[in-house]
C-alpha cells in the first residue's frame, strides 16, 4: 500500500474518530485554478498558450460543531477533488487528484448571539444575520500523474502533501425544520505542489513545483 492510501486511511480514522453530535453536511464545489509555474512551463514547450487544469469539481463531507451561545462554528471536512485532461505537447494527458482534510470556522460577525445552541435568526430575510466569513486551514493529500505519449516514456506520479489555507464569506437558508442550504465563495492558497516531468521536456534547472491559487464556489446542504 502506497504513502497516498496510507495517508488517506489515518486521515480518515481521526475524522471519525472525533464527537458525532454534529450537524452532518453535504458539499457540492465548483473550483477555478491556476497553477502559475506549471502553465509557464508548458506555455515554454508550445506555441501557443495553454493553461493546464483550469477548472475542476470537489465533494465533500463534514461534521458542524456549534458553540453555545456564541455563533461561531467549527465544520471539520473531508473532501475529494479530481481532473483529467489532454495537452498537445510531448504529454498525452495530465490527472490531479487529491483528498484534503479541512478545520472550517465559520464567525457570523453581524450577529454573535446564540441562545443554548440555538440560532434565533435563519430566516433568508435576516440576511446580515446569516453572513458568515469563513477561515479555512487543511491539508492536502494530493496525486499529479503525466503520461507521456510520443515520447514513450511511462507515466510519472507524484504523491505529496501540501499545506492549504482558505478564507471566504456565505450566508445560511434555512428550509424547514433542521434543513440548511450555505451557499460560500472563497479563495484557497495551497503551497508547494510538484510536477515531475520528463528531462526532455522541461530543463534540468525546473523542479516542476508550483502554488496553486484557487476560487471556489460550493453549496453545503447541512441536515
Same mark, same amino acid.
Given at each position: 500500500?502506497?504513502h497516498f492510501k496510507?495517508?488517506f486511511?489515518i486521515?480518515?480514522?481521526? +475524522? +471519525?474518530? &472525533?464527537?458525532t453530535s454534529a ?5 457540492v464545489k ?5 497553477? @502559475?509555474?506549471?502553465n509557464?512551463?508548458?506555455q515554454?514547450s508550445l506555441?501557443?498558450e495553454?493553461?493546464?487544469l483550469? &477548472?475542476n +469539481? %470537489? ?5 458542524r #460543531?456549534?458553540m453555545?451561545n $456564541?455563533?461561531?462554528?467549527i465544520?471539520?471536512e473531508i473532501?475529494y477533488g479530481?481532473?483529467s485532461?489532454?495537452i498537445?505537447?510531448?504529454f498525452?494527458?495530465m490527472? #490531479? &487528484?487529491?483528498f484534503?482534510?479541512?478545520i ?5 460577525? #453581524?450577529n454573535?448571539?446564540r %441562545?443554548?445552541g ?6 433568508p ?5 446569516n453572513?458568515?466569513?469563513?477561515l479555512s486551514p487543511g $491539508?492536502?493529500?494530493?496525486r499529479?500523474?503525466v503520461s507521456?505519449?510520443?515520447i514513450?516514456l511511462?507515466?510519472l ?5 501540501s ?9 445560511d #437558508?434555512?428550509?424547514g ?23 526532455v521536456?522541461? @530543463?534540468?534547472s %525546473?523542479?516542476?513545483?508550483?502554488n496553486l491559487h484557487?476560487f471556489?464556489?460550493?453549496l453545503?446542504f447541512?441536515?
Amino acid at each position: 500500500m502506497n504513502h497516498f492510501k496510507v495517508s488517506f486511511i489515518i486521515l480518515i480514522a481521526l +475524522f +471519525f474518530s &472525533s464527537q458525532t453530535s454534529a450537524q452532518f453536511g453535504l458539499r457540492v464545489k465548483s473550483n477555478i485554478n491556476n497553477f @502559475p509555474t506549471w502553465n509557464r512551463m508548458i506555455q515554454e514547450s508550445l506555441t501557443q498558450e495553454n493553461d493546464v487544469l483550469t &477548472s475542476n +469539481f %470537489e465533494l465533500g463531507l463534514d461534521y458542524r #460543531f456549534k458553540m453555545k451561545n $456564541i455563533r461561531i462554528d467549527i465544520l471539520n471536512e473531508i473532501t475529494y477533488g479530481f481532473r483529467s485532461e489532454s495537452i498537445l505537447t510531448n504529454f498525452s494527458g495530465m490527472q #490531479f &487528484s487529491y483528498f484534503a482534510f479541512n478545520i472550517n470556522t465559520q464567525i457570523y460577525a #453581524f450577529n454573535l448571539h446564540r %441562545e443554548n445552541g440555538i440560532d434565533k435568526t435563519l430566516h433568508p430575510r435576516h440576511l446580515l444575520d446569516n453572513l458568515f466569513f469563513t477561515l479555512s486551514p487543511g $491539508i492536502v493529500f494530493h496525486r499529479t500523474v503525466v503520461s507521456h505519449g510520443l515520447i514513450l516514456l511511462p507515466t510519472l506520479p507524484s504523491d505529496q502533501i501540501s499545506l492549504k489555507l482558505g478564507t471566504g464569506v456565505g450566508f445560511d #437558508f434555512k428550509i424547514g425544520d433542521s434543513f440548511i442550504i450555505s451557499p460560500c465563495i472563497t479563495y484557497n492558497y495551497i503551497h508547494n505542489i510538484e510536477l515531475l516531468l520528463s528531462p526532455v521536456s522541461i @530543463p534540468p534547472s %525546473e523542479t516542476g513545483k508550483t502554488n496553486l491559487h484557487q476560487f471556489q464556489f460550493h453549496l453545503r446542504f447541512g441536515f
